[in-house]
């Protein structure tokens, strides 16, 4: 069975310091992961996939198989940064996501 | 472009009862999933539909079932209500595939 494990519920630093939210996965196949982002009072919504290696808002994510994981990272926190941040795995023989139980991001001033 | 909606937003009910909430997605988008959210259990799959078909379905009982429509607009029901219901339910819609979802803003359920 898949599984997605976000090990820090809560996670604080200053502006400006670099931060890294932890996602490790379990999964037998090739996986497909994702960070999804909820600011307070909106949507979940996606922030980046990790097929397009792209940095979205200065975050970025990089797959490493051999550790089973897909670590977020930012070199220069942002106080707009705080939100709720979920990895989110897809794959499995119903095609789902499995999300892991999220990290709640606090950027102090 | 519109994005996804849910009605209704909130509701309240009691045990034993049944519940249906609808979810229309962004216009041409064809697959709509849900997904049950609680502070225990997090982010819960519960299925998805493409083209009015089931195409997955999560690990919940036969108590939760959905339906969808030629329009793409989908309903999910609850019967037979349980205190562990209680929850925020999110549909989400994509165009093909759960790849690129797009969320709604869930209903919130309660079950007293």
């Known amino acids: 069975a898949q599984r997605v494990t976000q090990p820090e519920k809560l996670l604080s630093v200053f502006k400006g310091a670099p931060v890294e939210l932890k996602c490790n996965y379990s999964?037998?196949?090739?996986?497909?992961l994702f960070w999804y982002v909820q600011y307070s009072r909106q949507r979940l919504q996606l922030l980046l996939r990790h097929i397009s290696r792209e940095s979205i808002k200065g975050f970025t994510a990089d797959l490493n198989k051999g550790e089973t994981s897909f670590h977020l990272k930012k070199p220069f926190a942002q106080e707009e940064d705080s939100a709720m941040y979920y990895c989110?795995?897809?794959?499995?023989?119903?095609?789902?996501?499995?999300f892991g139980k999220g990290t709640l991001l606090t950027v102090n001033p | 472009k519109a994005g996804v909606t849910q009605t209704p937003r909130y509701l309240i009910k009691t045990r034993g009862q049944q519940v249906t909430l609808s979810c229309s997605p962004i216009s041409g988008h064809r697959s709509v999933s849900w997904y049950q959210q609680t502070p225990g259990q997090g982010l819960q799959f519960l299925f998805e539909?493409?083209?009015?078909?089931?195409?997955n379905k999560g690990n919940f009982p036969g108590r939760f079932s959905g339906r969808q429509f030629s329009n793409s607009r989908s309903e999910m029901n609850v019967s037979t209500l349980e205190l562990g219901d209680s929850a925020l339910y999110l549909c989400?819609?994509?165009?093909?595939?759960?790849?690129?979802?797009?969320f709604g803003p869930g209903t919130r359920l309660l079950v007293l």
């Open positions: 999964y037998s196949g090739s996986p497909e």
């Open positions: 539909y493409f083209s009015e078909t089931q195409r």
């Open positions: 989110a795995l897809l794959g499995g023989s119903n095609y789902k996501l499995t």
């Open positions: 989400a819609s994509s165009l093909g595939g759960p790849e690129t979802q797009y």
